[in-house]
Every structure is written in structure tokens, then in C-alpha cells.
């Protein structure tokens, strides 16, 4: 990986996960590991590759929800930086999958982090707010926090690009066979989590039967999820605007 192309990836998850920017109205979309795979995978050169490991990651996370100030894992620095040190170290899927939801983890300690230094600046706003000075108001809500926001992730991110590729990579290639076969393991059974998480907050009565036919269009007759996902939005359409089905579980 080149030094452009690791600094292109920390600018990447800056704008993508920060909270200030407009782009980042859209940090549960842009920010879900299957977008920021695609757009690794294009700086990286190898953007069907970063859609194929970006969305196996996705999967971990598909109920994952950011509420308040807590939160369980970071799936931007998963999307992120997970599919760059995957693509660089040549890791299969199941590896990356392990790689991502562990970066995940860890990078939640950094947001925890920046949160709470972030507190400091609130006295400096208070200040500013009681001399009715708006511009050092809009100073201390939006110019350090970005940039502490950037020394926590961006630089941190652009450095493991750079340094991080060639250990990951002998890592991955010195473990024992037992170990690539628990990481298979492993890889199988987190999107199975995901993909629980998501069912549990939209399942009921009137989504249940969708969701059967839906698997086993899959399973029995091997429908191709592109057909299925577009088959899934009119059928989606209909039932909501045509039918009228209650949005709210339960009802």
C-alpha cells in the first residue's frame, strides 16, 4: 500500500464517521462496512474485492445501533480499516470478517475517548454563550473536537495502513491450520448475530411470512440476491403504500 493511498483511507473514515460534516448525515450509510469497503477497495484499486469483504463484514453489524453515548463497536473503522490491512495482507474472507469485527471492538475505546475529552470544551461554549459570542461558540463546538477527532482516528488509521499490512499478513500466514479453521468458525457465526439482531427489531406477524418466502426463494430455488433484493423493494412498496401494513411491531 502506498503512502497516498493510506492517507486517502484515514481522510476517508474522517469524513465518513465524523459528526460534523453534511456527507456524514449519511454515517449509517456511508459509514456501514459495505459502502466503506467499496470505496477502500477503490483507492485501493480493487473495489469488487472491497464490496465482497465490506459486505461480509456488514453483516456483523446489521442490527448494530449507535444509541446516545453508548455503543458496543465502531463498524466504520471495521469498513474501513478492516478492509484495508484484508486487501493488503491478501486475507480471505473469513479472516477479514474475524479482523474487522476485532478492529471494531477495540476502535470503540477510542470514541469512548474522544467523548469524553470533548466534555472539556463544553465550559469553554458555556463561556462563550453567556457573552452571547457566537463565533467562539461555533470555535469550540466544531474546530477541536474535529481535530482530536482526527488525531483518534484518521492519523491512527493512515498509520496502520502503512505499518500494519506486513505483520497482519505474516500473522495470518503463520497460523497453525486449527486456528484458520476456528477463524471459519468464527466468520460463519457473526453474521448469524447480525442478521438476528436486525430480525429481532423488525420481525412480527406481518413481516414473518415476507421473510420465509424469502428464504426459500434462497435456499430451495438458488434466486439470486440481486433479483431477490429488487423482487423484496416492490413487494416492500406495495405492502407499504398500496397495503397499508403497521410499520410498528406488535401491531
Request: glycine share 10%.
Amino acid at each position: 500500500m502506498t503512502v497516498f493511498q493510506a492517507i486517502l483511507i484515514g481522510l476517508c473514515h474522517y469524513v465518513i464517521n465524523s459528526k460534523y460534516y453534511i456527507l456524514t448525515q449519511g454515517q449509517f450509510v456511508l459509514g456501514r462496512p459495505l459502502v466503506a469497503g467499496l470505496v477502500v477497495g477503490l483507492i485501493m484499486g480493487r473495489p469488487v474485492e472491497g464490496v465482497i469483504i465490506g459486505a461480509n463484514i456488514n453483516l456483523v453489524y446489521l442490527g448494530w445501533t449507535d444509541v446516545g453515548g453508548a455503543r458496543s463497536a465502531d463498524p466504520t473503522v471495521a469498513g474501513t480499516l478492516g478492509t484495508a490491512l484484508a486487501l493488503a495482507s491478501n486475507a480471505s474472507v473469513e479472516e477479514a470478517v474475524v479482523l474487522g469485527t476485532i478492529l471494531g471492538v477495540v476502535a470503540n475505546f477510542g470514541y469512548t475517548l474522544w467523548m469524553s475529552v470533548n466534555s472539556a470544551f463544553v465550559p469553554k461554549m458555556e463561556a462563550a454563550a453567556v457573552k452571547a459570542d457566537w463565533k467562539a461558540m461555533k470555535f469550540w463546538y466544531i474546530v477541536p473536537p474535529q481535530i482530536l477527532f482526527y488525531l483518534l482516528y484518521g492519523l491512527p488509521i493512515t498509520l496502520a495502513c502503512l505499518y500494519g499490512a506486513e505483520p497482519v499478513a505474516n500473522i495470518l500466514g503463520n497460523l497453525p491450520a486449527w486456528v484458520t479453521r476456528g477463524f471459519t468458525a468464527i466468520a460463519v457465526t457473526l453474521p448469524a448475530v447480525g442478521i438476528c439482531l436486525i430480525l429481532k427489531s423488525i420481525m412480527n406477524r406481518y413481516t414473518l411470512p415476507f421473510f420465509v418466502i424469502g428464504y426459500v426463494l434462497t435456499i430451495y430455488y438458488h434466486v439470486n440476491m440481486i433479483v431477490l433484493a429488487i423482487f423484496a423493494v416492490i413487494v416492500a412498496v406495495i405492502a407499504i403504500f398500496g397495503v397499508g401494513i403497521p410499520a410498528r411491531k406488535g401491531e
